[in-house]
């Protein structure tokens, strides 16, 4: 079982920046994929990035390649979103979620666990 707590949302202008986190329990964090989906009001839940176990693999969608990058420190257990050039189409809840194979993947049905998420908003 992993549990994931998201940390670091909030309110900021357009143009500006967020660093999202995302905390996991259990002593396996590094044999676990990571991911980050966002879910805006009346949509559904998309894929943002993804890193594998190791940290060397990272895919992101094409909506923010370039403005957004995931990262993770597996001796923390952690997993990072640093957002840079925010716009106001990025305001959505963020989760993060864990894959059990290691193995990095953009569609939500292939991972196990998810964070309850950690909101931001990005004005105009």
């Known amino acids: 079982q992993v549990q994931l707590v998201e940390s670091g949302g909030g309110l900021v202008q357009a143009g500006g920046s967020l660093r999202l986190s995302c905390a996991a329990s259990?002593?396996?964090?590094?044999?676990?994929?990571m991911g980050w989906f966002r879910q805006a009001p009346g949509k559904e839940r998309e894929f943002v990035s993804t890193?594998?176990?190791?940290?060397?693999?990272?895919t992101s969608a094409d909506s923010v390649n370039g403005r957004f990058t995931i990262s993770r420190d597996n001796a923390k257990s952690t997993v990072y979103l640093q957002m840079n050039g925010l716009k106001p189409e990025d305001t959505a809840v963020y989760y993060c979620?864990?894959?059990?194979?290691?193995?990095?993947?953009?569609?939500?049905?292939?991972?196990?666990?998810w964070g309850r998420g950690t909101q931001v908003t990005v004005s105009s």
């Open positions: 979620a864990a894959r059990g194979l290691g193995l990095r993947s953009s569609r939500l049905r292939d991972y196990d666990y």
């Open positions: 259990g002593r396996t964090f590094s044999s676990y994929a």
């Open positions: 890193i594998s176990g190791s940290g060397l693999w990272t």
